[in-house]
């Protein structure tokens, strides 16, 4: 059994930065694609980034580029998000999800495994 716990949400101003961190256990991690979604209050889940197993290869949505960063470190079982320049609109609930995958997935139906979930309030 995957698990997959987040951490780091909280309340934010417009333009502040949080990060994120997901710790993943069950699993070799290093198989997994890595990727983080949210959602907002009565919207659908959206696809923020994702990360290869290696690293070497991400994907942004557009609204997040050069504003979020996604990393991971294989020997700590764990992905990161760096979130920058915050808007009060991404406000939501953020999920670190894993994917047996190769290279980079962007669709929610292509992820495996899902954590529960990290609350991120931007205040304007």
């Known amino acids: 059994q995957v698990q997959l716990v987040e951490s780091g949400g909280g309340l934010v101003q417009a333009g502040g930065a949080l990060r994120l961190s997901c710790v993943v256990s069950?699993?070799?991690?290093?198989?997994?694609?890595m990727g983080w979604f949210r959602q907002a209050p009565g919207k659908e889940r959206d696809f923020v980034t994702a990360?290869?197993?290696?690293?070497?290869?991400?994907a942004y949505a557009d609204s997040v580029k050069g504003r979020f960063t996604i990393s991971r470190d294989n020997a700590k079982n764990t992905v990161y998000l760096q979130m920058s320049s915050l808007e009060p609109e991404e406000t939501a609930v953020y999920y670190c999800?894993?994917?047996?995958?190769?290279?980079?997935?962007?669709?929610?139906?292509?992820?495996?495994?899902w954590g529960q979930g990290t609350q991120v309030t931007v205040s304007s």
């Open positions: 990360v290869s197993w290696s690293g070497a290869r991400t």
């Open positions: 999800a894993a994917s047996i995958t190769v290279g980079v997935s962007t669709g929610d139906k292509q992820y495996d495994y």
């Open positions: 069950g699993r070799t991690f290093r198989n997994y694609c």
